[in-house]
């Protein structure tokens, strides 16, 4: 019996050991995530703004908006994630990057059929090389049911 416990007891220590290495390991990780890159970072730049408002508008009816977004510095502008807070609001971004002085488009389509009347406001959070963490982009309106 005593042959059986000793190799127990200095299994449960090692692996004892190796659950405070794995935290150690994962909390290495979640830093280095958090440290923002140093640089060189790109520009960005919405030359129409970075709200949009659709007006008044009725069920059945979708609405869309195309964000420019221009590069106005040296280093190419990479937009490596769009995402919006709704799934009532469908995004997509430029796929490759946006070379000095260059534009393109953040396509933003709303659909808010089946909402409550009234006014609303939605957030789109684009993420890229810059040094912001994130730019936002608002879109809002006034949603009214059909009247019939």
Same mark, same amino acid.
């Given at each position: 019996?005593?042959?059986?416990?000793?190799?127990?007891?200095?299994?449960?220590?090692?692996?004892?050991?190796?659950?405070s290495?794995?935290a150690?390991?994962?909390?290495?990780?979640?830093?280095?995530?958090?440290?923002?890159?140093?640089?060189?970072?790109?520009?960005?730049?919405?030359?129409?703004?970075?709200?949009?408002?659709?007006?008044?508008?009725?069920?059945?009816?979708d609405?869309?908006?195309?964000?420019i977004?221009r590069?106005p510095?040296?280093i190419?502008?990479v @937009?490596?994630?769009?995402?919006?807070a709704c799934?009532?609001?469908?995004v997509?971004?430029?796929?490759?990057? @946006?070379?000095?002085g260059q534009?393109d488009? @953040?396509?933003?389509?709303y659909?808010g059929?089946?909402?409550?009347?009234g006014y609303?406001?939605k957030?789109?959070?684009?993420?890229?090389?810059i040094?912001?963490?994130?730019?936002?982009?608002v @879109?809002?309106?006034?949603?009214?049911?059909?009247?019939?």
């Amino acid at each position: 019996m005593k042959k059986l416990i000793f190799p127990l007891v200095l299994l449960l220590f090692a692996a004892c050991g190796q659950k405070s290495q794995n935290a150690q390991d994962t909390q290495d990780i979640k830093d280095t995530l958090k440290e923002k890159p140093k640089g060189p970072f790109a520009q960005i730049e919405f030359p129409e703004g970075t709200e949009y408002n659709f007006g008044s508008y009725y069920e059945k009816v979708d609405k869309t908006h195309d964000f420019i977004v221009r590069n106005p510095g040296k280093i190419p502008l990479v @937009i490596s994630k769009v995402e919006a807070a709704c799934p009532c609001t469908k995004v997509s971004g430029p796929k490759k990057p @946006i070379l000095e002085g260059q534009t393109d488009t @953040i396509h933003v389509r709303y659909d808010g059929n089946g909402f409550l009347d009234g006014y609303y406001l939605k957030h789109i959070t684009v993420y890229a090389n810059i040094k912001e963490e994130a730019v936002e982009l608002v @879109i809002s309106g006034t949603y009214h049911d059909n009247k019939e």
